[in-house]
T-cell receptor, first 110, second 111 residues
Framework: GEDVEQSLFLSVREGDSSVINCTYTDSSSTYLYWYKQEPGAGLQLLTYIFSNMDMKQDQRLTVLLNKKDKHLSLRIADTQTGDSAIYFCAEIYGNNRLAFGKGIQVVVIP | EADIYQTPRYLVIGTGKKITLECSQTMGHDKMYWYQQDPGMELHLIHYSYGVNSTEKGDLSSESTVSRIRTEHFPLTLESARPSHTSQYLC??????????FGQGTRLTVV
């Protein structure tokens, strides 16, 4: 599969903004995704961005895409305790297969 | 809300037993996937299917096998479970490029 890189841990205070970063490898990826995984659960699709876009905003979530550097980020505004989870970025490769980053554990401190 | 279901949620089983993990989706998606998730979080694709009677091995070699006789059903079977098979198994389905929807996962422990 493709190689998608993420840092492993982030702590943030409740009410602050948090930014999660990801580097992907396949410049031909058409869609890039952010998933959230709460303890003991499957992955929940949060949002996705088409590769011809630079930014997408969805309520408290903002996705930024830098195609030149193959860099994807997710900003969560006004972070809440319910945002504590593992976050994965993912890209499509092959025929609709998803390559996931290693995931980042986000801990929100009240 | 995604309609994809995995059973059982938790399974503890002895070495050498045959097990089948069930995955069903009611969305009519052609593509379905099985991922194995390490305790350290990383996801590995072990099987995928593009439709009925289509199955392919994923990026991580696995001793498990899958079948796709019906669109909505994609079971995973281990003929002889071993402690090294202890992991979380996640099933997903997708249509187009709007992203994959995941089940809640099966946490398998082989003792």
């Amino acid at each position: 599969g493709e190689d998608v890189e993420q840092s492993l841990f982030l702590s943030v205070r409740e009410g602050d903004s948090s930014v999660i970063n990801c580097t992907y490898t396949d410049s031909s990826s058409t869609y890039l995704y952010w998933y959230k995984q709460e303890p003991g659960a499957g992955l929940q699709l949060l949002t996705y961005i088409f590769s011809n876009m630079d930014m997408k905003q969805d309520q408290r979530l903002t996705v930024l895409l830098n195609k030149k550097d193959k860099h994807l980020s997710l900003r969560i505004a006004d972070t809440q305790t319910g945002d504590s989870a593992i976050y994965f970025c993912a890209e499509i490769y092959g025929n609709n297969r998803l390559a996931f980053g290693k995931g980042i554990q986000v801990v929100v401190i009240p | 809300e995604a309609d994809i279901y995995q059973t059982p949620r938790y399974l503890v089983i002895g070495t050498g037993k045959k097990i089948t993990l069930e995955c069903s989706q009611t969305m009519g998606h052609d593509k379905m996937y099985w991922y194995q998730q390490d305790p350290g979080m990383e996801l590995h694709l072990i099987h995928y299917s593009y439709g009925v009677n289509s199955t392919e091995k994923g990026d991580l070699s696995s001793e498990s096998t899958v079948s796709r006789i019906r669109t909505e059903h994609f079971p995973l079977t281990l003929e002889s479970a071993r402690p090294s098979h202890t992991s979380q198994y996640l099933c997903a389905s997708s249509e187009g490029q709007a992203g994959a929807f995941f089940g809640q996962g099966t946490r398998l422990t082989v003792v």
